[in-house]
């Protein structure tokens, strides 16, 4: 039967991209699974490879490409989420065209980043190697619940692991606590660079109570949002020493939250014995994810997009875009299926402390309207058009020269940027 679907999914995968419908990363899997629900833990359980899983609400496809490039310049093989499809169907997808014709996986490593609420189903059939555990912040409330919900389902999946390595957030209070009980081996990592820490809390900072028994957390110092040197007076919890805090290299990408998943994917590489000079010069190398700082050519103009999908990740690629002295500004909010329905989450950006007067915004996208009105409760004035297209005609025609825009989608806009960018589609 998998012989047969394998066939099938990448015959039709091959269609779809011919065809430019997409990347075919996703239809193949849904197929497959929809055929043999075991599909994927039939497929990998059969092969040698290591199964790396990475989870978390930020981050997870820039540490997941950050690993991929370091293990290609290793010589080792990976298969991985085709263009961050992170649901099981995505996963199968990848599994299928990566798969030979014969059906058999000959690859080191299955590297899939993994949706937040697909995490325990995908540990139900297969046993992870490995475990990366980034963050945790609110994001898309209506389908995924708080954090204390998903935080407890992780720990449960993860009881049900015997030999797995985890790699986890030293700074993230309901990730450090995932390992209480636990006894696996466990990696943490974590910032140690007082340059980059804060001594007061974000608006709209998440774990500030103590997961193990709610009393308030007390915080040496934030790195950005609840991430820092935190414990408890209370019950004596505290943040974990990290195995690795620093990097002898300069960083591939800007950002104090991309130092997390630099970190995350430097540690991992080290636990498969990746020397040291061989992580360097793969990061060297290291090109962003497609709408994770990839910086695009349109129009003779330079365009960098920041995916910007909850309060946290907003607020960092608002300080990032500050820090780089950008100055040109556009906002694209969507409300698909993808993002999440309710976008209320927009009133706990931090416009008011990070925006400039001195920078010219403009907002579109499905929900344009509602971002203008909460730029304008934020003294903000924002040019505003529903039609992304024309918002980034108008936005590129005033650049001067040597200017950049700085694109910050959420994730179904990202997708339809990207796609007016750069004439394909990535789904």
């Known amino acids: 039967m998998n012989f047969l679907i394998i066939i099938f999914g990448k015959i039709f995968s091959s269609l779809v991209r011919l065809l430019n419908l997409g990347n075919g990363s996703t239809w193949p899997g849904h197929i497959a699974l929809s055929l043999n629900k075991d599909f994927i833990g039939q497929t990998l359980r059969k092969s040698k490879v290591k199964t790396v899983l990475i989870i978390g609400t930020n981050g997870k496809t820039t540490t997941s490409k950050l690993i991929r490039t370091i293990l290609k310049k290793d010589n ?14 995505g996963m199968a997808s990848s599994i299928i065209i990566s798969s030979k014709w014969d059906g ?11 949706d937040e609420n697909a995490f325990p189903l995908f540990v139900d059939s297969i046993k992870p190697d490995f475990v990366i555990v980034l963050n945790l912040f609110r994001d898309q409330l209506d389908r995924y619940g708080e954090i204390d919900t998903i935080s407890s389902n992780w720990k449960k999946a993860l009881e049900k692991l015997d030999n797995t390595t985890l790699i986890l957030n030293a700074d993230d209070p309901q990730v450090a606590y995932l390992a209480q009980s636990l006894k696996k081996n466990v990696l943490f990592f974590g ?15 998440d774990s500030i109570l103590c997961p193990k028994c709610q009393n308030k957390l007390s915080f040496e110092c934030f790195y950005f949002s609840h991430l820092g040197k935190w414990q408890c007076d209370k019950c004596g919890l505290k943040r974990p020493k990290p195995n690795l805090s620093k990097l002898d290299f300069y960083p591939p990408l800007e950002g104090t939250y991309s130092l997390y998943d630099i970190l995350a994917a430097v540690l991992f590489a080290k636990q498969i014995k990746v020397n040291d ?18 910086t695009v050519s349109f129009m003779e103009k330079d365009i960098q997009i920041f995916l910007s999908k909850n309060p946290i990740s907003f607020n960092e690629s608002l300080s990032t875009v500050r820090k780089l002295g950008g100055k040109n500004i556009l906002i694209v909010l969507n409300d698909q299926i993808p993002d999440g329905l309710d976008v209320s989450w927009i009133w706990d950006i931090d416009f008011e402390n990070i925006l400039t007067k001195n920078m010219n915004i403009m907002v579109s996208g499905q929900r344009a309207y509602d971002m203008a009105l909460r730029l304008k409760y934020a003294e903000v004035y924002a040019h505003i058009t529903d039609n992304v297209r024309n918002a980034i005609d108008k936005m590129i025609e005033n650049l001067d020269k040597n200017e950049k825009l700085y694109v910050l989608p959420n994730y179904s806009a990202m997708l339809e940027t990207r796609e007016i960018l750069t004439g394909k589609k990535i789904l």
Do not use: C, W
């Not at 910032?191 to 900072?205: M, P, V």
């Open 76 to 89: 080792l093989k990976s298969v991985y989420n085709m263009s961050g499809a992170n649901l099981l169907n």
């Open 104 to 114: 058999k996986l000959k690859k080191d490593f299955a590297l899939f980043e993994v």
């Open 191 to 205: 910032l140690e660079d007082k340059s980059l820490s804060s001594s007061s809390l974000q608006h709209g900072a």
């Open 277 to 294: 000079k061989t992580i360097k010069n793969a990061l060297r190398e290291f090109k962003p994810a497609f709408g994770r700082q990839e």
